[in-house]
């Protein structure tokens, strides 16, 4: 089975819609930037996940919907905070909040959205309890993931294994919450929540790692974003951990031609990646974890189907 | 009535030796300075009226530590945030969080302090529903309360009657919280738990307007914290607001005269204030929204001794 383009706009734009709807009244220097943050041109790939999830658990699309946009404001209230630490100042082309306005109305912009997220949530009619409980778990997870995330800037070396804990906690559990709460409100059994909730957590390492791999060979994306400062911050990715565990000296030989001249540097960091197959071994990591990722939906019979198109999807992304 | 120094002591040990707890086990870059921030010398006095408002609508009081100790940290919570956005340097004595790391990590601390809060609050034996509600909406209150607060740092007229909406947001609905949740920890009417709210929230009111008080007339106080540099920074009180309304022009003289001599703007403020009858204004103020506090808890009968109790004491603290 395929999903189809018009079928995710579909549910895109009645993602969009609600997120339109919350909030519509506060402070202006409230409602305005968290309005703002979610005009941004996200892909709501995490909220159609729970509506597909959702879906294949046998619920019907109207209970799930709240939880969906719950956890799209959930993803944003992160962006916004990263940002804030990460000091960038375009997102998929937009300004962030925090260069717009300033730090302060990112921090608070940023904690409206978390509280706004727990109260979508809490107007799901069932299961609210159990929702509450795995939105909470996955939230603490995030800002764990994140403060690894950190940690690892200000080391020098970092293992694979400890890069891949990170992102399951920064970017696997939430998608494996977007999934689980499209369970929790099709009243699924345990086995199919639980299966469903590791469906999301590998198809979330699998997402992490294409990332890594994207930012450095897709065109689209390096001209989009700056791979440049990522490689000048010397930010642990993916790639950059396994280059630095097999060639450390080339890897900072480059490194260090990219501060003189952008450009010959990130020519010499993908032949690098090429040449001694860790282009290939990330390309093997998606797909072994998204193969993983579907051998987690065996309890939800035919109904998967829509569920491995859309960890198809995600394998096939481009940008 | 009278609350003993003793049982308010044996209170806040068991609200401290809770906080210990929480949160033994996450990245260091969380847990440190999540538990830095709660060892702080804050006298506890949201966690307690929770535990006194249980007691007097009969509730026991193991029910309520878990809602008080949540209280405490949405109250550090924003604590953390906000010593970010007005990049305060020492609170109580001790360098603030993004001082100590950095802003991201104050950022990501308090994220963790919130969300630890609703688990923490969620551990309450009963009305789990009732109390995660009510949470919600005090901490969406207190972010409002923020963004009125920093939106009228750059507006040059304030009234009176914004700045009490201001205070009842960001500080009013908190002690309103902590009373609420008490209540309902303790399976209270509606009416008690409705009167207790109005209560606390009257409270707050007192407590906020007598801290702008103290700032400019506690000599303890003002050694200890900067009122200079809230002078300086033209920041809103109580006072100043009522005093900009009254002798514009002086207070104008006074900050520039603070901005080339401190001590003498600060004596030449203090004297405007009393000259004006601001001082006793401000004191009028106190007075009158605490006996309105202490009328709203009719409905506890005998019960309500402590909590008046207590609206004295905060009455008749000193710094």
Chains 1, 2 share one sequence.
């Not at 969906?68 to 998929?92: G, K, P, W, Y």
């Not at 909470?136 to 294994?161: H, I, M, P, W, Y």
Request: hydrophobic fraction near 40%; charged fraction near 25%.
């Amino acid at each position: 089975m395929t999903l189809s383009g018009t079928y995710l706009d579909t549910l895109r734009r009645k993602i969009n819609h609600r997120l339109g709807e919350i909030y519509p009244q506060g402070p202006r220097l409230l409602t305005e930037p968290v309005h703002y943050a979610l005009a941004g041109k996200g892909k709501r790939l995490r909220p159609i996940l729970t509506l597909l999830t959702n879906q294949a658990c046998g619920g019907k699309e109207a209970d799930a919907l709240h939880a969906a946009v719950a956890v799209e404001l959930l993803h944003n209230f992160t962006l916004v905070h990263d940002d804030i630490m990460d000091q960038d100042h375009t997102r998929h082309g937009q300004t962030t909040v925090h260069t717009k306005w300033d730090d302060g109305v990112g921090v608070l912009a940023g904690d409206a959205m978390f509280i706004i997220a727990l109260m979508e949530l809490r107007l799901s009619s069932d299961n609210v309890e159990d929702l509450t409980k795995a939105f909470a778990n996955g939230a603490l997870a995030v800002c764990e993931g994140q403060a690894l995330d950190k940690e690892f800037e200000t080391r020098s070396r970092v293992t694979l294994d400890e890069y891949m804990q990170m992102i399951d906690l920064k970017t696997g559990l939430m998608l494996g919450l977007a999934a689980e709460l499209g369970a929790i409100c099709a009243s699924a059994g345990q086995e199919q929540i639980e299966g469903v909730r590791r469906f999301g957590c590998l198809m979330g390492r699998a997402f992490q790692v294409q990332d890594d791999l994207l930012e450095i060979f897709s065109d689209a994306r390096t001209m989009g974003k700056s791979l440049g400062s990522d490689l000048l911050a010397d930010k642990k990715t993916y790639l950059m951990i396994a280059a630095l565990d097999k060639v450390p000296d080339q890897v900072q030989a480059t490194v260090e031609t990219a501060r003189i001249d952008l450009e010959p540097g990130l020519a010499s960091m993908r032949r690098i990646l090429e040449d001694n197959g860790i282009r290939q071994l990330a390309e093997e990591t998606i797909h072994r974890n998204i193969a993983e990722a579907k051998s987690q939906l065996t309890s939800l019979g035919q109904n998967a189907a829509t569920l491995e198109a859309f960890a198809e999807l995600i394998l096939n992304r481009e940008k």
